[in-house]
């Protein structure tokens, strides 16, 4: 089971950077519920492992693009995000006090917090795309205009998966003319 969630979430990873045209730099949060990739109800089967092998799944081919990892942390910890400290000063973000557990965080953020080289916790982040894995609730941490993306693959494991680009707003009116590679 756990290389079957590293390959599909390997997968999903490859299949929305694609689809929502990240570039070097970008940010993609992802919410994960351990719980429901194995089987079980949200919050009640926290599971490092499944979340480790998800962890191992996105993670490469995420630092392979240069694309930044927010690991959400689960509603015990209001949704806070586990980030690398260098997207702090590139994102002008203040950093919170707190350091994610299984039952208290979630195992998924856990797993972000014990890999990356210099963990660092903040509130809020305004995401280029996300993936939520579980019904994690993610739309608060992406960008206004955000924008569905459909994957070959709709769950991780037995968890439902949702993804998301976002896009600049349009702006204007009836004569107004849009950039097409923004949509």
Known sequence: MLDKLREQSEQAAQELLEAAKLREGDLLVVGCSSSEATGQ?????????????????????LRERG?????QCCEHLNRVLIVEEEVLHRYGLEQVNVVPQPKAGGSFATAAYEEFSRPAAVE???????????GT???????EVAVPVRLSLSRIGEAV?????TRPKFVGGGRACYDEELM
């Open 41 to 61: 109800r949200i919050g009640t089967y926290s599971s490092r492992e499944a979340a480790q092998a998800i962890f191992d799944g996105l993670y490469p081919v």
């Open 67 to 71: 694309i930044w990892l927010a690991a």
């Open 124 to 134: 809020h982040v305004r995401a280029h795309a996300g993936m939520d894995i579980g």
């Open 137 to 143: 609730l993610i739309g608060m941490h992406l960008r």
């Open 161 to 165: 998966l949702l993804c998301a680009r």
